[in-house]
């Protein structure tokens, strides 16, 4: 069964950065395309971008453009979220999985706390 692991989150002030991590482990995990979510208190899971395996094609929500990047590894079957010009509302709970989304891949997250 593949396992997902976030990682990287953490407190950071409104304007600085972060780099988010997902490691999948156990079984060899499927070339398919991946995804980051994300969820804050009180409110439901959203979409935040997406990249493809083979080419890397990325898409992000309109909020994130310009402030965030998708990228992957795929030799080490880790996909990463580099967040920048953070802002008190992207904290949250960020998870990844697959696009679109398995029940059985999510994690526990990684939490993003952005102070003003």
């Known amino acids: 069964q593949v396992h997902l692991i976030e990682s990287g989150g953490g407190l950071v002030q409104a304007g600085g950065s972060l780099r988010l991590s997902c490691a999948a482990s156990?079984?060899?995990?499927?070339?398919?395309?991946m995804a980051w979510f994300r969820q804050a208190p009180g409110k439901e899971r959203e979409f935040v971008a997406t990249i493809t395996y083979y080419s890397g094609k990325t898409t992000y929500k309109d909020s994130m453009k310009g402030r965030f990047t998708i990228s992957r590894d795929n030799a080490k079957n880790t996909v990463y979220l580099q967040m920048n010009s953070l802002k008190p509302e992207d904290t949250a709970v960020y998870y990844c999985?697959?696009?679109?989304?398995?029940?059985?891949?999510w994690g526990r997250g990684t939490q993003v706390t952005v102070s003003s």
């Open positions: 999985n697959s696009m679109p989304p398995k029940r059985d891949y």
């Open positions: 156990g079984r060899t995990f499927s070339s398919t395309a």
